[in-house]
């Protein structure tokens, strides 16, 4: 099964016509069935093909390097994803925290990440509310009552 998950990678990166959606499913499932390394070169590809990032499929990628306690792995994505400008959120740092439960220096990972953790559950909670980056709530209106 290995070498037919392989090779359908290799023929959609083969594929001109494949579009970002293809490669986001192609990711997602790689890394539920825990074939971690074919899921990285499907978001390489995607980058190579300089397609926009996934926050879906950078986190399918993300929980599989927390299942396999690859932390290391894990902060890797994570430093991908804020160069590629595609910003972590809470399911995206609690992974890669998850992954180094148990690991060498695992409170220290957790202690390095909890500021990004704090800042994307702000920036949800935020969204959730409709406030706008700059603090606002929607359309401030310039008359007051």
């Not at 579009?19 to 980058?47: C, P, V, Y």
Request: charged fraction near 25%; include cysteine; aromatic fraction near 4%.
């Amino acid at each position: 099964m290995p070498a037919a998950k392989k090779q359908k990678l290799a023929e959609l990166g083969a594929c001109e016509r494949a579009d970002r959606e293809d490669f986001i499913k192609a990711t997602m499932e790689l890394s539920k069935g825990n074939k971690l390394t074919l899921a990285w070169q499907a978001l390489a590809t995607m980058g190579r093909r300089q397609m926009r990032p996934s926050l879906y499929a950078h986190n399918a990628l993300l929980e599989g390097y927390a299942r396999a306690q690859r932390w290391d792995q894990g902060l890797r994505l994570l430093l991908r994803m804020q160069q590629f400008g595609l910003e972590p959120d809470e399911r995206s740092v609690a992974a890669v925290i998850r992954a180094g439960v148990g690991s060498p220096g695992s409170s220290k990972l957790a202690e390095a990440l909890l500021p990004q953790l704090t800042a994307a559950a702000r920036r949800s909670q935020a969204a959730a509310a409709g406030v706008d980056g700059d603090g606002t709530y929607g359309e401030a209106s310039s008359s007051s009552s």
